[in-house]
């Protein structure tokens, strides 16, 4: 099958499918859009774009695309302040998260956007308590093992270290019930750790519209990254696979009142 179709009927001529393609897979010949020996990455720009729907891509289906008719634009203030509302929610409500939000929050996740579309993101998911508490044991066996071995990170990892022999507190993953493993291929990592962050972003922002908090589990990520055979053992990964980020999951104990600032920005033209 022909990578793209055109209804002929249907297509204005107007040349948008090719303008918008960013590697050069589609050009006009003749008036009329026509596919080249260059790489597709499946984008779906050339789909979307059509005004007329005349457009069809074997690796972007029309069939899969939404229209975007009468799309509410948030304006300006409105996009700021969702935007800026975000916040890393680190005390979690007792109940579990129904797997139902979590595969619809992971829906959005996937949408986000990837290196040359690469995506390659896949997640494990973890909701027992059990395996969560065994999951934070063993980060702090691993950050105890860095202190002793005189690791630059010392001054982020001894007071959690402390804070957890002393209390039991768990600074690792705030109780959250549920943890989101982000994993990649072990010959894609480095891509596929951006890739993930746009993801796990994506999860983050969407997440307030149904009732969830998020924060990101850096030091498990952190423990992961450096093949920690105890955290490993745990997870269970396929062979090929590695961890590329961790989100903690929950409904928010608290919520927050107002929007926090950051440092002022900083930005200079380059004349």
Known sequence: MDMIQVNQEKCSRCGLCAEVC????????NQIPQATERNCFACGHCVAVCPVAAMDNVKAPLAKQLPL????????DTAARFLRSRRSIRRY?????PREKIVQLLDIARLAPSGGNTQGVAYLVIDNAETLHKITAVTVDWMEEQLQNGSAWAQYYSGVVDTYRQTGQDVILRNAPCLIVAITAKDFRHRGRDNTHFSLAYAELYAPAIELG??????FEGCASSNY?????ILKL???MVVTGGLLVGFPKYTYKRLVDRNPLQVSWWD
Not at 69 to 76: F, G, R, S, Y
Not at 214 to 219: D, I, N, P, V
């Open 214 to 219: 998020t924060c990101w589990a850096g030091f």
């Open 229 to 233: 055979k105890p955290l490993l053992n």
């Open 238 to 240: 396929p062979e090929n």
């Open 93 to 97: 409500k007792e109940n579990p998260v």
């Open 22 to 29: 960013p590697s050069g897979s589609i050009i006009m010949e």
């Open 69 to 76: 008719e009468n799309m509410p634009v948030l304006d300006a």
